[in-house]
């Protein structure tokens, strides 16, 4: 994948989905940064894992919504491996996909929607804002942000979490206009239903099996699928896709 000796930035990579993509991005060669918020931990055990299949890693604290973290973290990284080449923004505010405790259209409050925005587009925003200059600097980088194929196909209206997801889309695309002249490229991943992972834990079997029904695939998301679409968009393979968002979910959405 061409991946060797990049310096790849993971956000909310102590677990699930996050701990895939950095396993996988270095198995193909990359240096892995684990970001997470508050389980040092766990983030150990993703760069030990790492380590033991004779790749590099760190795992480094910082919180994606506080900017001043984030500068740190960049400041640290850069100084420390001399520059960025991806950041995957996977870090989210917590959420429970689970129909029966979501909040209604009717019972949903403003403050639920800036939750969610805090955690999936102000910590993308601060992650962008931040490795930015780096990868201007060398005219060269890969921006990768977890969206969520409810944008496109709401099977269970979570409102708050899907519509921040779509606002994170609009700021991948407005990225992508904006920085291809640097030889940076922005896109989504947008993961169907991904099990095993926390967000999922409390998801009824029964509407597991619907989704399942509805897949072409006839299964859920694996971490390791959203993973291997990580790795390929950031690799030499997909240097002219900008701007796009990439389904994993099986087929459930074709567009």
């Known amino acids: 994948m061409n991946l060797k000796d990049?310096?790849?930035?993971?956000?909310g990579a102590s677990r699930g989905i996050g701990a895939a993509i950095a396993k996988t991005?270095?198995?193909?060669?990359?240096?892995v940064v684990v970001n997470y918020l508050k389980n040092t931990a766990l983030a150990e055990k993703v760069v030990s894992d790492i380590e033991a299949m004779g790749g590099q890693a760190v795992a480094?604290?910082?919180?994606?919504?506080?900017?001043?973290?984030v500068d740190h973290m960049m400041t640290e990284i850069t100084d420390a491996l001399g520059g960025i080449d991806v950041?995957?923004?996977?870090?989210?505010?917590?959420?429970?996909?689970?129909?029966?405790?979501?909040?209604?259209?009717?019972?949903?409050?403003?403050?639920?929607?800036e939750q969610q925005w805090e955690g999936n587009v102000h910590g993308a925003f601060n992650i962008c804002k931040a490795a930015?200059?780096?990868?201007?600097?060398?005219?060269?980088?890969?921006?990768?942000?977890?969206?969520?194929?409810?944008?496109?196909?709401p099977v269970v209206p979570y409102h708050d979490y899907s519509t921040s997801k779509m606002a994170l889309l609009g700021l991948t695309?407005?990225?992508?206009?904006?920085?291809?002249?640097?030889?940076?490229?922005?896109?989504?991943?947008a993961p169907?239903?991904?099990?095993?992972?926390d967000s999922s834990s409390e998801t009824q079997e029964n509407v597991r099996k619907s989704i399942i029904d509805l897949t072409p695939m006839h299964r859920l998301a694996t971490p390791d699928d959203i993973a291997g679409s990580a790795v390929f968009l950031a690799s030499d393979w997909a240097s002219f896709i900008t701007g796009q968002c990439l389904n994993v979910d099986g087929g459930l959405v074709m567009k």
């Open 60 to 69: 480094m604290q910082a919180d994606v919504q506080d900017i001043q973290q």
């Open 173 to 189: 695309r407005n990225l992508a206009k904006e920085l291809g002249a640097f030889g940076i490229t922005v896109n989504a991943i």
């Open 132 to 153: 930015m200059p780096y990868m201007k600097a060398q005219m060269a980088g890969r921006i990768i942000n977890v969206v969520s194929n409810l944008i496109d196909f």
């Open 6 to 11: 990049k310096i790849v930035v993971v956000t």
């Open 87 to 113: 950041v995957v923004n996977n870090a989210l505010s917590h959420y429970t996909f689970n129909p029966k405790t979501r909040k209604t259209a009717w019972e949903i409050e403003w403050q639920d929607f």
């Open 192 to 197: 169907g239903l991904t099990y095993p992972t």
């Open 25 to 31: 991005f270095a198995t193909e060669g990359a240096f």
